[in-house]
């Protein structure tokens, strides 16, 4: 895979995932208890044996960088790196303008590798895949453009780029983010969705990004710009990611966590009956920074047991005569007797005193909660202090030290 290079966005602003986001940016928000965002499309690269990544950061990326700096060091290692690239403003003193714009700015990288092939996928969405079949398909149909694409409930679609594609899987029309999004052919309630993932053959890059450099009315996205200006004159094909198959994984699974809905849903994906999404398959290894700590303990009291179902706890979390179930507790999480934790999600380092009760809620690190503090029972009252969704999740934000 010598001749491939992968350029990650990862500056991602992530404004709809805020509190999470009010600290760090969307790639770096930890997930399923031991994770962050951006570790999943990294395992992806590693996994197909594409060790040539750049990751390209911009909004508070320090806890970004330093996890990579810690899990992800490849240094040493010839011709193999993954290098976080903050954002370089060679073309002023500006952020940068679009997801093109971004790689445009970056292009020295690219020259400098001097690959075939160069991968452009964005890092916060929860799914497998080996990149390797996709690039057969992008090769074997000589396309100077390949789009990674997933049915997606029509209702849902203008959240996304939809596609529309021939019978031989070539791009005949895209719309970026629509009012009123198109079906599938003879499938209504269901649309073709980007998942933002291309491959594009390198000088057709190079000379899309200069030109769209030059068009002072481009907005510089691959969305809005890049992808609806070449598909009309060139061979851009459709990847059909369902059709990607790993061994010892049930069938495809993607999640845009884009809103504190979707993110705690991913979660209960995680803890449900039959789970959709594996974190236990050795043939698809998932790597991360794991800090050094001690296994997770549990402990009972004389007056409580502990009792612990389908929950994910993670390596430091100390359990003591307290019921979980359905949950996801991040590193060094204490939770004291007599507490009860249900459809929740910890980020890690967070303390719980004794006799709590806390339901449907997202909390995030170094949170403090006092003894018999109750949480998700009363949405209304929790809405005077803290974020509560749609659906009724509520959000501790980071450094909280609640009910003192």
Not at 23 to 42: N, Q, T
């Given at each position: 895979?010598?001749?491939?290079?992968?350029?990650?966005?990862?500056?991602?602003?992530?404004?709809?995932?805020?509190?999470?986001?009010?600290?760090?940016?969307?790639?770096?928000?930890?997930?399923?208890?031991?994770?962050?965002?951006?570790?999943?499309?990294?395992?992806?690269?590693?996994?197909?044996?594409?060790?040539?990544?750049?990751?390209?950061?911009?909004f508070k990326s320090q806890s970004l960088y330093l996890h990579l700096k810690k899990g992800w060091n490849l240094t040493g290692i010839s011709g193999r790196f993954i290098d976080p690239i903050p954002a370089q403003m060679r073309m002023g003193k500006r952020w940068y303008d679009g997801t093109a714009d971004a790689i445009y700015q970056n292009i020295g990288f690219i020259e400098l590798s001097s690959p075939d092939h160069v991968c452009i996928f964005g890092s916060d969405h929860i799914y497998k895949m080996d990149i390797r079949q996709m690039l057969d398909f992008h090769k074997e149909k000589q396309a100077v453009l390949t789009v990674a694409a997933i049915r997606v409930p029509i209702k849902e679609a203008s959240s996304f780029g939809v596609i529309e594609v021939d019978e031989n899987g070539r791009m005949i029309g895209f719309e970026e983010k629509p009012k009123n999004p198109k079906s599938i052919p003879g499938d209504p309630d269901y649309a073709l969705a980007s998942m933002g993932n291309y491959i594009f053959e390198t000088n057709t890059l190079l000379g899309e990004l200069t030109s769209d450099a030059e068009n002072e009315n481009s907005s510089h996205d691959f969305g809005r710009d890049i992808i609806p200006g070449l598909y009309p004159h060139a061979p851009v094909y459709v990847y059909d990611?369902?059709?990607?198959?790993?061994?010892?994984?049930?069938?495809?699974?993607?999640?845009?966590?884009?809103?504190?809905?979707?993110?705690?849903?991913?979660?209960?994906?995680?803890?449900?009956?039959?789970?959709?999404?594996?974190?236990?398959?050795?043939?698809?290894?998932?790597?991360?920074?794991?800090?050094?700590?001690?296994?997770?303990?549990?402990?009972?009291?004389?007056?409580?047991?502990?009792?612990?179902?389908?929950?994910?706890?993670?390596?430091?979390?100390?359990?003591?005569?307290?019921?979980?179930?359905?949950?996801?507790?991040?590193?060094?999480?204490?939770i004291a007797a007599g507490s009860e934790i249900s459809e929740s999600i910890f980020l890690g380092d967070v303390k719980i005193g004794e006799g709590c009760q806390i339901r449907r809620a997202i909390i995030d690190k170094q949170v403090e909660i006092a003894p018999g503090t109750v949480i998700g029972e009363n949405l209304e009252y929790d809405r005077q202090r803290f974020t509560v969704s749609e659906s009724g999740i509520v959000v501790i934000p980071k450094g909280a030290r609640v009910g003192f």
């Open positions: 895979m010598s001749g491939v290079l992968a350029m990650i966005l990862a500056g991602g602003e992530g404004t709809r995932l805020q509190p999470l986001t009010v600290s760090r940016s969307k790639p770096a928000v930890p997930f399923g208890g031991s994770y962050r965002l951006v570790d999943f499309v990294l395992n992806n690269f590693i996994n197909s044996d594409m060790l040539r990544i750049y990751v390209l950061t911009q990611f369902s059709v990607n198959q790993i061994e010892g994984e049930k069938g495809a699974y993607w999640r845009d966590v884009g809103t504190i809905d979707s993110y705690w849903q991913s979660h209960m994906d995680l803890v449900s009956d039959n789970p959709p999404f594996s974190l236990y398959n050795r043939k698809w290894p998932l790597h991360t920074f794991y800090p050094p700590l001690p296994p997770a303990t549990f402990t009972d009291t004389s007056a409580y047991k502990t009792n612990v179902s389908q929950s994910l706890i993670s390596a430091g979390c100390y359990i003591q005569g307290s019921k979980i179930n359905r949950s996801i507790l991040g590193f060094r999480c204490n």
